[in-house]
């Protein structure tokens, strides 16, 4: 009966959340250029003032992650996003085609329903808000059941200081009775333009099959191939630093070294020295039984979690001050559990003679688990580089940097975003780094350029049908031949 009642008021709040949502973005989407600049740059700041105690905060609900890590990933969404779309034109004439007299006319989408992990909540929350607010989109925020606190304060603290600033109330919301049916009722709302998904697979299938636009994006199973031309001490220095960030809960972490068999083992050695521990077959064993449930789904319990904390789970010592373990692998696929997305401190380690076998080691990894996702290469040779660029099934190809921080855009040029599309054959509609400019819709007011041709102009001539007569006559001789073939 209590989930019952649960269920009824996550669906009832789910409805007034959006009916509010609705007209509020009435009113916002009318506001001028200047009033969403003022109103976005205010929530940047707030989010950015409260980054650390967010971070904690999303730490202790959810027992994922690093408590500073999670700042990082916070500042880099209040300030960095911010700053990529700061000078975007989301309102009135954004474009103009002088040649072919097209004007570019911004229109918002209306209000978002948007799904967020449990892996990423506070960071999610801000990056989502700002690029919906900035396209003059009301948004309510769904987050995961694992963090509804920190998830909430988040919206609370930018909802505050968008209204401050002038923006209506019930532009911006969340959800705190999580249940998913009431999920589903936001989903499924008639006022609900579009959905913003960010989570598992479940999730985003759920938010593909409501009939409505939707921006789904799910997991990555990310190979970073190192290649015999890589600089290995760089190479092993950002590896091991980028599973470790914040325990692998972002989902462009590295899950498998494909590493060129010559420098295999230098490799090895020098992450050894970065606080990789290489488990041994035993030890690959009882990982295997721990990560994953008989279903192949992970168990969450090793979510973002310390290499120390994993290895006293599954029942062995390692060195102090180890950041990852790293399981030597031989197979790929359903066969093989560590060749799998691993959202915690575990990474596959595979090697191969060449980068042609490298290159099909990692498409093999992407088929299994990530497709459309992201790849990382470690080399110096422009060929290789290219040739992995060209082949393969991924819209992300981070060049000699973490994986991590360089699919999000941190330390690459990629669009900031913390939602990252994986094309059509991810299952996603686009595989672009989701921002602003996929939460508003464009009008074009298109201007005469030529005169229609002059055939389009005549009057056509009607064609009467065949006479009474003429009918009569033909049906006369259908029923005869059906006579005559008795």
């Known amino acids: 009966m209590q989930e019952f009642d649960k269920d009824l008021r996550s669906i009832q709040e789910a409805r007034e959340l959006s009916s509010k949502a609705f007209d509020a973005w009435k009113i916002w989407s009318t506001a001028s250029q200047d009033q969403v600049n003022k109103v976005c740059a205010a929530m940047s700041t707030a989010a950015l003032s409260a980054s650390e105690r967010l971070g904690s905060l999303a730490q202790e609900e959810t027992g994922y992650g690093v408590a500073e890590h999670k700042r990082l990933k916070n500042e880099f969404a209040a300030r960095n996003v911010w700053e990529s779309i700061k000078d975007v034109k989301t309102v009135g004439i954004i474009g103009h085609d002088v040649d072919n007299m097209i004007y570019d006319i911004a229109w918002p989408v209306g209000v978002i329903a948007a799904l967020t992990p449990s892996t990423n909540p506070t960071s999610t929350v801000m990056y989502k808000i700002l690029i919906a607010v900035k396209a003059r989109d009301a948004i309510i925020i769904a987050p995961h059941p694992a963090a509804v606190k920190c998830s909430f304060e988040t919206v609370k603290i930018m909802a505050q200081a968008a209204e401050a600033n002038g923006a209506p109330p019930g532009l911006i919301a969340c959800m705190q009775t999580i249940s998913l049916e009431g999920t589903q009722a936001?989903?499924?709302?008639?006022?609900?333009?579009?959905i913003l998904a960010t989570g598992g697979t479940p999730m985003v299938r759920a938010a593909h099959s409501t009939g409505k636009p939707a921006y789904g994006v799910g997991p990555g199973n990310v190979p970073v191939y190192v290649d015999r031309s890589a600089d290995l001490e760089k190479a092993s220095r950002y590896i091991v630093a980028s599973k470790a960030f914040d325990y692998s809960t972002i989902c462009a972490t590295e899950q498998s070294v494909v590493a060129d068999r010559p420098i295999a083992s230098q490799l090895a050695a020098l992450m050894q020295k970065e606080g990789a521990f290489f488990t041994d077959n035993h030890q690959t064993n009882l990982l295997r039984g721990l990560l994953f449930n008989p279903d192949g789904s992970m168990n969450t319990a090793t979510v973002g979690k310390s290499a120390e904390y994993l290895a006293g789970m599954a029942g062995f010592e390692i060195?102090?001050?180890t950041r990852i373990l790293v399981t030597r692998l031989q197979k790929t696929g359903k066969e093989e559990p560590l060749s799998r997305e691993k959202l915690t401190t575990v990474l596959g380690w595979y090697e191969e003679e060449?980068?042609?076998?490298?290159?099909?080691?990692?498409i093999k990894?992407?088929?299994?688990?990530?497709?459309?996702?992201s790849l990382i290469?470690?080399?110096?040779?422009?060929?290789?580089i290219l040739a992995f660029g060209l082949e393969k099934p991924v819209f992300r190809i981070a060049v000699n940097t973490m994986g991590t921080l360089g699919a999000i855009g941190l330390t690459t040029g990629v669009m900031p975003s913390l939602t990252l599309g994986a094309g059509g054959v991810g299952?996603?509609?686009?595989?672009?780094?989701?921002t602003t400019h996929h939460l508003f819709n464009v009008k074009r007011l298109a201007y005469e350029l030529s005169a229609p041709p002059a055939a389009a102009m005549i009057p056509g001539k009607p064609k009467n049908g065949p006479s009474v007569q003429e009918m009569e006559k033909v049906v006369r001789s259908v029923v005869e031949e059906i006579l005559n073939t008795r």
């Open 427 to 434: 299952g996603s509609i686009t595989g672009d780094n989701i």
């Open 354 to 362: 060449g980068w042609e076998a490298g290159c099909e080691r990692c």
């Open 186 to 194: 936001l989903m499924r709302h008639k006022y609900v333009a579009l």
């Open 319 to 321: 060195p102090k001050g």
């Open 365 to 373: 990894l992407i088929q299994f688990g990530g497709r459309g996702h």
């Open 377 to 384: 290469i470690h080399a110096t040779d422009q060929k290789v």
